[in-house]
């Protein structure tokens, strides 16, 4: 008996292999069960445990979520006011609605306080979590191992975020330092090319901040100084608000530079500055910080911000004529 035997077209044989891998990786990775945390550096603010039902009701999952007491968050990316201690919520019940798994956890000390929470796998080891019904951005877990436990040792007045022990970017130093070494005292400068070499270091700092390198108070504190020395409103801008992002990261170094960004600002829009951080030199005139309002903030706030007061202020101005004179 003749026997006839048919080909598959390698195109086809290709496509259904690579179909069989999908399935086989999606079968290795659609498992929630373990241990998942949200880490802010080395501090879990929140552990979700899960643990899978047996038989029948091995797409079930009970366990717990275990967070800090108390914590705010706007964007699920910084967190501020966290107070330790921790809150263990067990999972009472569990559902798939596709490829959620919907898990209702209830406060232990008031059973009829519920939560929803929607979790979805990405991967085998990163997966998202998000209150239902709460206007934010979903919470972005890692899969932990061992028994992960929730960091008791929260400062209440800083805000955290998942990158905080990434260290500071050593490009965004070396730009930072070239940018103070051109304007070093006692050296003569060529502004038309220190101009063009801001330009330079603005840019690549830009660079940097749209590819998310940047994430300390250091690295944002740098990027200030480099965009203080812009040239336009909007350079001024950005560096307050680069500033503002360094002191919201704990660095507290970043408040002079915040307040001296603001007053860049308002003398770019012809309009008085208000810490007297700005002092300009036309030539062949006094030393000024005109247009300057002084009333606005008392000299007992300009001690909280770090800022010399008014009286300090004018000898300053006095040392900048002094050094002038000698200079002419």
């Known amino acids: 008996?003749?026997?006839?035997?048919?080909?598959?077209?390698?195109?086809?044989?290709?496509?259904?292999?690579?179909?069989?891998?999908?399935?086989?990786?999606?079968?290795?990775?659609?498992?929630?069960?373990?241990?998942w945390v949200l880490a802010l550096g080395k501090r879990n603010l929140l552990v979700l445990s899960l643990t899978p039902g047996s038989g029948n009701q091995s797409?079930?999952?009970?366990?717990?979520l275990s967070r800090s007491n108390h914590f705010q968050s706007s964007d699920s990316r910084s967190f501020s006011h966290i107070q330790g201690g921790a809150q263990v919520a067990p999972i009472t019940s569990s559902a798939w609605k596709g490829s959620v798994l919907s898990l209702v956890v209830t406060n232990p000390n008031n059973p009829s306080d519920k939560d929803t929470l929607l979790f979805t796998?990405?991967?085998?080891?990163?997966?998202?979590?998000?209150?239902?019904?709460?206007?934010?951005?979903?919470?972005?877990?890692?899969?932990?191992?061992?028994?992960?436990?929730?960091?008791?040792?929260?400062?209440?007045?800083?805000?955290?975020?998942?990158?905080?022990?990434?260290?500071?970017?050593?490009?965004?130093?070396?730009?930072?330092?070239?940018?103070?070494?051109?304007?070093?005292?006692?050296?003569?400068?060529?502004?038309?090319?220190?101009?063009?070499?801001?330009?330079?270091?603005?840019?690549?700092?830009?660079?940097?901040?749209?590819?998310?390198?940047?994430h300390t108070g250091e690295d944002f504190t740098w990027a200030a100084f480099v965009f203080q020395h812009g040239s336009t409103p909007d350079d001024f801008l950005l560096a307050h608000t680069l500033a503002m992002i360094a002191l919201k990261k704990g660095n507290g170094d970043a408040l002079w530079i915040a307040t001296a960004t603001l007053d860049r600002y308002l003398q770019s829009v012809r309009q008085p500055q208000i810490y007297g951080t700005?002092?300009?030199?036309?030539?062949?005139?006094?030393?000024?910080?005109?247009?300057?309002?002084?009333?606005?903030?008392?000299?007992?706030?300009?001690r909280q911000l770090g800022v010399p007061i008014q009286s300090a202020q004018e000898e300053q101005r006095k040392q900048y004529d002094a050094q002038r004179g000698t200079a002419q």
């Open 278 to 302: 700005q002092f300009l030199t036309p030539e062949h005139q006094a030393t000024t910080q005109e247009p300057y309002n002084r009333m606005l903030i008392s000299d007992a706030l300009r």
């Open 59 to 64: 797409q079930s999952f009970t366990g717990s």
């Open 121 to 214: 796998l990405k991967d085998n080891n990163h997966a998202q979590l998000q209150y239902e019904g709460v206007p934010i951005p979903p919470f972005e877990l890692v899969r932990a191992e061992g028994t992960p436990t929730v960091a008791a040792d929260w400062d209440e007045t800083k805000t955290y975020s998942p990158d905080d022990d990434l260290p500071s970017n050593p490009e965004m130093k070396r730009i930072f330092d070239e940018d103070q070494r051109v304007r070093q005292s006692g050296v003569k400068i060529d502004w038309t090319t220190v101009n063009k070499s801001d330009a330079q270091r603005r840019e690549a700092v830009m660079k940097l901040l749209k590819e998310g390198a940047l």
């Open 1 to 35: 008996m003749r026997k006839t035997f048919s080909v598959l077209p390698l195109t086809l044989f290709l496509l259904l292999f690579a179909l069989h891998q999908a399935g086989r990786q999606a079968q290795t990775i659609a498992n929630p069960a373990g241990q």
